[in-house]
């Protein structure tokens, strides 16, 4: 697995070295995504299908020459989905996304990786098992009603579902309205 890693990593150098040695350098977008994460022995799992933060967790990267200033170059921690590439490549290239395209654009957060999401991040493995993730919490409710929620500011391996902790009632009110209907 760390072999696969290391090669794409050096190929993704080659590419963009490559990049940088053309005449496209200065007006080419990159965006590099991948596949959702991989579980190896975390939360005793040894997979990719889980609805948990080490299996949701993606390289998600999006360049663009023409933002001197800002978030080029930058982490932006916020809990963002690969739903918004569609509406931030529309942006970034001056186009109007469609109105059934769902997501939003994260143009504002690649000038300034500070700002907040208006939306979470929301993931779906099969059919009617969803998690929602926040900055600060994710919420995951599976086909047969069960619910996990965990606070990444004290449980960042979600080691610690809370979903029955009666102090989390207003997190709980904020999220649920998320899930698909």
């Known amino acids: 697995y760390l072999a696969c890693i290391a090669w794409a990593d050096y190929n993704v150098g080659r590419l963009l070295d490559a990049l940088d040695a053309s005449q496209y350098a200065e007006d080419t977008l990159v965006v590099l995504w991948s596949d959702h994460g991989y579980h190896q022995g975390e939360k005793r799992s040894f997979r990719k299908f889980s609805l948990w933060e080490e299996s949701?967790?993606?390289?998600?990267?999006?360049?663009?020459?023409?933002?001197?200033?800002?978030?080029?170059?930058?982490?932006?921690?916020?809990?963002?989905?690969?739903?918004?590439?569609?509406?931030?490549?529309a942006e970034l290239t001056g186009l109007t996304a469609p109105s059934?395209?769902?997501?939003?654009?994260?143009?504002?957060?690649?000038?300034?990786?500070?700002?907040?999401?208006?939306?979470?991040?929301?993931?779906t493995w099969g059919r009617g098992n969803y998690?929602?993730?926040?900055?600060?919490?994710?919420?995951?409710?599976?086909?047969?009603g069960s619910e996990e929620l965990?606070?990444?500011?004290?449980?960042?391996?979600e080691w610690y579902n809370r979903i029955n902790?009666?102090?989390?009632?207003?997190?709980l009110a904020e999220l649920r309205p998320w899930l698909p209907k």
Request: one cysteine or more; hydrophobic letters at 30%.
């Open 165 to 171: 902790d009666p102090s989390v009632t207003d997190q």
């Open 131 to 144: 998690s929602i993730r926040t900055d600060h919490w994710r919420y995951t409710r599976y086909y047969d």
């Open 100 to 123: 059934y395209v769902d997501g939003i654009s994260l143009v504002p957060q690649m000038k300034n990786p500070t700002l907040p999401v208006d939306e979470p991040a929301i993931t």
């Open 56 to 89: 949701t967790k993606v390289p998600f990267i999006i360049w663009d020459p023409r933002i001197k200033n800002g978030g080029n170059g930058q982490r932006c921690d916020r809990a963002v989905s690969l739903i918004h590439i569609y509406r931030t490549l």
């Open 150 to 157: 965990y606070d990444h500011r004290t449980d960042p391996n």
